[in-house]
Structure formats: C-alpha cells, structure tokens
C-alpha cells in the first residue's frame, strides 16, 4: 500500500455515480435477453475505462471502478452467495437508523420512505460463496482501465460480515456465531479474488457503526458482544492477506438523515482498529463527525498504519473549499504524522446504483477540491 511519502496522497470511498446510459442497460440485462448482457458487458467496460480516467483528471491517486459492476454496496454480495432468499411481501422494520425512526419520523417518511420497513433477507440454507464470475470481471475491466492512466494505486471495495444481509433473519443456522463465521468464510473467497487480481481489499462496513443506537439502548454490553463477534469473523476473513493490501472503511450511513443517534466514535474506534487491516478510512467531514478528530490525539492511531479521513463530504451538495480541505489533512497530519494520512471522503456517491447523493457534476468538483486541498496541504506540510 502506498504511503503518502513525499506528498499528501488521495482517494474516495468507492461508489460513483453511474451514468444514465449504464443503469438503462444494466436493467435491460437483468430483465433481458443473452443479447441485453452482452451490449451491458460491452458499455460497462467502457464505463469503467472512463471513470478510471476521469479519477486521475480529478486528482485522484488511488482509483477504483466506481463499483459501476454492483447493484449496490452490500447487497450485491447476496447475488454471489447460496443460503438467502429475499422476500419482498415480508417486511421487517428497520433498526439502524437508530431512535431517528421515532424522532424524525415525519422527515424520514417523506424523504426515505422505504427506510422505515425492508423487505427481509432470510437465510434459509448453508451460506457458500458462489462465483457468478462478475468480481473476476470487474477486475478485469479495472486492470484493463488503468492502462495508461498515471495513478498510484487501485482498490476493489467488498461488504464486511457485520453488513451483510443486514436485513437479515437466520432462520437456517439458528446460531449468531456460526452464522456470521459463515458469512465471512463466504466472503473470504470474495477478498482473496480482489488480492490476487493485484488490487487493495477495501472492506466496507457502515452498519458496525449504524447498529450502535438500536443495541446499546438494549444494553451496552449486548453491542460489544455483537460487534466483537463480526470483527473476529472480519479477521478470520481476512487470514492470508498482507494487512498492508487492506483498508478497512466505516461511516455511519449515507443517508440525509439528522444522524442525532450516531455512534459516537470514541464508542466504537477499538473495534476499528482491532482490524487487519493497513489504513482506516473514517468519515471526518460532515458537520456531525468532524469534532472527532480529537482522538487522534495521544497517539491512538497504531505505528505503521495509515488513516484515510474524509476530508469532503457527501452529505451537502456545497463543495469544500480547498483551503477547508487543506487546513482538515494538515489537522490530522500533525496528529499522526504526513506520511500517515491520505485523504479520502467520507462516504460514496452512489451506494446503490440509482441513488444519488448529489448531482454527478457536483461529485467531481468534491473530488477536484480534495486534490486540490491536498496540494495546498503538501506545500505546508513538505515545504
């Protein structure tokens, strides 16, 4: 993995927003004919090529494909897996988003309505991992698109156990550690492929942070023993894997919501740090989480690894100011040292393929002022 060595380097999350003619097409091929896959395949290739460029005309060091080839963040994985069923007449209420459900209730209704009930994920037989053959092609696509394109480094981005099947009912297993260990035996296929193709694992895995309200309101001790449980199974997961091939994201959920019930991240940063992981990426710019970069202080952040702080954010459609951008990286840089830092953002743009968190142009001017600020942020720091 690379080090900011001479420079403040940069990255985002991952999700970008698609381009309309992709999500036609991407329809078409679910619902299509062997004909509608083939011309989805063929655009997603060149989709990826584009996007991979446009990263580096950005300023972006550390690129990826956009996660163009997935439904969606997590779900995706459900596709690549035995042992669920979806069932979409079963709906179950949701709990990650904490006491806002009652809260803002009348505001959550109206801008998310399908937040309030999920349909359930129900695990119904022994969980394995099923090669469809669409992460092989993924990275393919991506080793094919960086040809010629001047970036440093490129990550594939794959859900954590803890955010697997978050809506999920067990009704096969019967057991929680037997049935998350078979999740993360599942998705250690998963992260091998990504490491093998050559490319950095950035596990993602908002809802270690999104469950804390629902559980500690049971009791604390009930969240520490489901989160502890999901980062052993994270690392069994990651066996084998150089630790310095992995990142490791957590945020507290992309929706515009108040996030009032957030985890506070003092609550929940040794579980993130007893990753396997070589960098941390932590959402640290929206106006709720931006305050907690006070415990960087006293040296938290282990010797050797890198942090990854958001530095802009896809909570607002403002785009940060440079001068913001570099004042936030020299900020952590001080605390944990230059060579320590990449600046990412704090979230994805698109974390299912239709959404949308801002206006695509509105993404790319967040991403040109975070290799901006990270330039100003060089100077100062490098001299």
Not at 39 to 51: D, G, Q
Not at 153 to 181: C, M, Q, R
Not at 305 to 319: A, D, E, R, Y
Not at 330 to 352: M, P, S, Y
Request: with cysteine.
């Amino acid at each position: 993995m690379k080090r900011s060595e001479n420079r403040i380097l940069t990255t985002h999350v991952g999700s970008l927003i698609r381009p309309k003619a992709l999500l036609d097409t991407s329809k078409k091929a679910r619902d299509g004919s062997p004909a509608d896959k083939q011309t989805y395949e063929a655009l997603l290739s060149e989709s990826v090529k584009e996007v991979v460029a446009m990263q580096a005309d950005a300023g972006i060091d550390i690129v990826n494909d956009g996660e163009w080839g997935k439904s969606s963040w997590a779900a995706y994985v459900l596709e690549r897996m035995t042992g669920f069923e979806l069932r979409p007449d079963q709906k179950r209420p949701v709990v990650w988003l904490g006491n806002e459900i009652e809260r803002f209730h009348d505001h959550i209704a109206r801008e998310m309505p399908n937040a309030l009930e999920r349909p359930t994920e129900a695990c119904i037989g022994p969980i394995a991992y099923q090669d469809d053959g669409s992460l092989k092609r993924d990275a393919a696509n991506l080793r094919a698109a960086l040809d010629g394109v001047n970036v440093e480094e490129a990550f594939i981005t794959a859900v954590a156990p803890a955010s697997t099947a978050y809506d999920g009912l067990d009704e096969y297993y019967k057991n929680e550690h037997d049935y998350i260990y078979a999740i993360a035996d599942a998705l250690r296929n998963e992260y091998r492929i990504i490491h093998e193709a050559g490319f950095l694992v950035q596990v993602d895995d908002a809802v270690l942070a999104n469950m804390y309200d629902h559980l500690v309101r049971q009791s604390p001790e009930r969240y520490k023993e489901w989160a502890g449980l999901r980062i052993e199974a994270l690392n069994h997961a990651l066996d084998g894997i150089p630790e310095d091939r992995v990142r490791y994201h957590v945020c507290f959920g992309s929706w515009h919501v108040p996030h009032t019930s957030d985890a506070p991240l003092e609550e929940i940063i040794d579980f993130v740090l007893e990753v396997r992981a070589g960098a941390y990426s932590i959402e640290s710019a929206n106006v709720r989480h931006e305050h907690e970069w006070r415990i960087w202080e006293n040296g938290r952040l282990p010797e050797g690894k890198i942090l990854i702080p958001g530095v802009v954010t896809h909570h607002t459609i403002t785009v940060e100011h440079p001068r913001l951008v570099a004042d936030r990286i020299v900020r952590f840089a001080k605390l944990v040292g230059r060579e320590n830092v990449i600046a990412g953002t704090d979230c994805g743009f698109a974390q299912v393929e239709g959404i949308q968190r801002v206006d695509p142009a509105i993404m790319w001017a967040k991403l040109e002022s975070l290799s901006e600020g990270a330039k100003i942020a060089s100077d100062e720091l490098w001299g």
